[in-house]
């Protein structure tokens, strides 16, 4: 079917992103990274440059760094270490604590001042030839078929235009016009609390509390830090009509004046918020998906918000990319949200208890608030902490190997020379990392050399100098693949392009079946010699070199 005289080949884009904050600028760049042609469509004739977000973790990170930004960024980000839960008196009721280095690769917590990531963000967004983006665009109306989506477009000056696309993903935030126009309803947790947001630029060195919540029943108070030079106060109100009082600069000195006093910083934000914990009922229609604040929005107590919105983007990047290659038809869209929101629902509960601990406004009740947790602690039982869950269901092997669906490691390597992060070393994209030995099988029967046209890279690990050409087997320099293999009862991993393992295999046989299975899901020749009856054309006995690593050896 046509639309405004276009034909298939007649698209104004092949994704368009509505929405240009994080979320959509991760979007948009992968996408576009991949080739794709993007056209971004934001309501502000500019950045929003305020900060919202302040915190993001390691997983995160490697996203950044994967859109070319990571290093650019990290000399503006604070890496925290820890992140602490106190009374009214100051006592410590919880603690968490982040590694200098996480299993993405990087420090596991990272506190910014957003407006700095939005500009390199957008940079790194402008500077790939295939991406456009059109500020002053508000999407008014929309409508799609089952070839094409048509968004209704409305300029500043009042000009009206319709953008032709393949799909459409909304990342227009909490209030998204598109889910209200697509009729999406969304499941309300009912956690839902006004809070007044106090940022300031520091004008000297200040000792400041970087990381901590403090439960103090008249006054709830979180204080934050946004990177090295910019700091965070939010308080709790009564109500939202609170805020035209509360709001007045004198009134806010007085309330950070244990902490700060004018010749310190500059007072350069005052806003309100309500928090709320609520996830859209459905995230995809037809060619339009939702992600980020449009799909789901969650209380700010573990500092996921915008990683949820970037793990988002992450997901469906690599799930278009195959869609839009034509390797796989849209049923592949219906993983998004079978992935994600477990994920999502998760994190939204585990920030709604964390926000009840210290939210606790009866005196009474955070007395017996303190004892708990102050007994726990003394016991030494980890009362805040969560391990984020992987994926149970979607883009995954069939196979139920130990670590799929897991979150994947990143470690550092060594090719010939080359030592880094495994993502800088040896390429970013659907990855098979797999013993020496297992190496040595799956290049002897072809199988090698369909994973590399298929586009994945394929890593042989090895704990001892490795004696080949660069970029078939690489040093793993801490062992960390190796640790990982052991405690997976694993030779061979299957890691997909946002970082979360396809599969696993615990033996030479396995491997090839996963490296098959790979192949077939991402609609890949997969004629190798292990799927027919004999290999003697490769000069090696490939059936006898499968059998003998059933055991499962490691390098």
């Given at each position: ?6 034909g298939?080949?007649?698209?104004d884009a092949?994704v368009a ?5 994080p ?12 080739g794709?042609?993007?056209l971004?469509l ?12 302040a915190?993001f ?17 990290a000399?503006?980000l604070?890496v ?9 008196a100051?006592?410590l009721?919880i ?5 200098e280095r ?6 596991e ?5 957003q407006p ?5 963000l957008?940079a790194a967004?402008?500077a ?14 929309l409508?799609q078929?089952?070839a094409?989506?048509?968004?209704h477009?409305?300029d500043?000056?009042?000009a009206?235009?319709?953008?032709s ?10 209030n ?7 009729d999406?309803?969304?499941h309300?947790?009912?956690f ?5 947001v ?7 060195d200040?000792?400041l ?5 403090v ?5 709830p ?7 090295p030079?910019?700091h965070?106060f939010?308080f ?5 009509a609170?805020?035209?009082?509360a709001?007045?600069p004198?009134?806010i000195?007085?309330r950070?004046?244990?902490y700060l006093v004018p010749?310190?910083a500059?007072l ?16 995809r229609?037809?060619r339009i998906?939702?992600?980020g604040?449009?799909?789901h929005q ?16 992450q ?10 290659r034509?390797?796989r038809?849209e ?6 949200q079978l992935e ?11 920030g ?5 601990l210290?939210t ?7 007395a017996?608030r ?13 009362t ?5 869950p992987?994926l ?12 799929r ?20 070393v ?9 013993t020496?030995e297992?190496?040595r ?10 994973l590399?046209?298929?586009?994945v890279v ?5 704990q001892?100098a490795?004696?080949t ?12 693949y190796a640790?990982?293999?052991a405690?997976?009862?694993?030779v061979?991993v ?5 970082f ?7 033996d ?5 079946e996963?490296a ?5 899901d991402?609609g890949?020749?997969?004629s190798?010699?292990s799927?027919?009856a004999?290999a003697?054309?490769?000069g090696?006995?490939?059936h006898?070199?499968?059998v ?8």
């Amino acid at each position: 079917m046509q639309r405004n005289g276009r034909g298939s080949e007649g698209f104004d884009a092949d994704v368009a992103v509505v929405g240009y904050g994080p979320t959509g600028m991760a979007m948009a760049g992968l996408l576009a990274q991949a080739g794709h042609r993007v056209l971004v469509l934001e309501r502000y004739a500019g950045l929003y440059n305020l900060p919202r977000a302040a915190i993001f973790d390691d997983e995160t990170m490697r996203t950044l760094d994967k859109l070319g930004i990571a290093e650019q960024m990290a000399p503006k980000l604070h890496v925290q270490r820890n992140y602490e839960w106190v009374n009214a008196a100051g006592q410590l009721l919880i603690d968490h604590s982040f590694a200098e280095r996480g299993r993405s690769g990087w420090a596991e917590w990272y506190m910014m001042y957003q407006p700095e990531l939005e500009d390199a963000l957008d940079a790194a967004c402008r500077a790939l030839p295939s991406l456009t983006v059109a500020h002053g665009a508000t999407v008014v109306d929309l409508e799609q078929d089952d070839a094409s989506v048509v968004l209704h477009v409305e300029d500043l000056d009042g000009a009206r235009r319709a953008i032709s696309c393949r799909y459409a993903v909304a990342c227009d935030g909490g209030n998204s016009a598109v889910r209200r126009r697509l009729d999406i309803g969304e499941h309300d947790y009912g956690f839902s609390e006004p809070w007044m947001v106090c940022d300031f630029r520091l004008t000297r060195d200040v000792e400041l509390p970087s990381a901590r919540q403090v439960g103090d029943p008249a006054k709830p108070v979180s204080i934050i830090s946004l990177g090295p030079r910019h700091h965070r106060f939010s308080f709790m109100l009564d109500s939202a009509a609170d805020f035209e009082v509360a709001s007045e600069p004198a009134l806010i000195w007085a309330r950070v004046a244990d902490y700060l006093v004018p010749d310190d910083a500059e007072l350069i934000r005052v806003a309100t918020y309500t928090f709320r914990s609520l996830v859209a009922d459905r995230w995809r229609d037809g060619r339009i998906v939702l992600a980020g604040d449009a799909a789901h929005q969650m209380p700010p107590f573990l500092g996921q918000g915008m990683c949820s919105g970037i793990r988002d983007a992450q997901n469906l990047a690599f799930k278009f990319d195959l869609l839009l290659r034509g390797r796989r038809d849209e049923e592949l869209l219906d993983t998004y949200q079978l992935e994600r929101e477990p994920h999502v629902r998760a994190v939204v509960e585990k920030g709604i208890e964390l926000g009840r601990l210290q939210t606790v406004r009866d005196p009474v009740a955070a007395a017996e608030r303190d004892r708990r947790l102050i007994a726990a602690r003394s016991e030494g039982h980890d009362t805040g902490s969560m391990r984020f869950p992987g994926l149970h269901a979607g883009f995954l092997s069939s196979s139920p190997a130990g670590g799929r669906g897991e979150l994947s490691i990143q470690a550092d390597v060594d090719d010939a020379g080359r030592r880094g992060r495994f993502d800088e070393v040896l390429g970013r994209g659907f990855a098979l990392i797999v013993t020496a030995e297992v190496h040595r099988l799956l290049s002897s029967d072809g199988t090698a050399d369909a994973l590399r046209s298929a586009g994945v890279v394929l890593a042989g690990v090895t704990q001892q100098a490795p004696q080949t050409v660069p970029g078939s087997v690489v040093l793993d320099v801490d062992g960390a693949y190796a640790q990982w293999f052991a405690d997976h009862d694993a030779v061979a991993v299957a890691v997909r392009p946002d970082f979360y393992v396809y599969g696993a295999a615990a033996d030479g046989p396995a491997a090839l079946e996963l490296a098959a299975e790979l192949l077939r899901d991402l609609g890949a020749a997969t004629s190798t010699a292990s799927e027919t009856a004999t290999a003697t054309d490769t000069g090696t006995d490939t059936h006898a070199l499968a059998v003998s690593l059933r055991s499962g050896a490691s390098a």
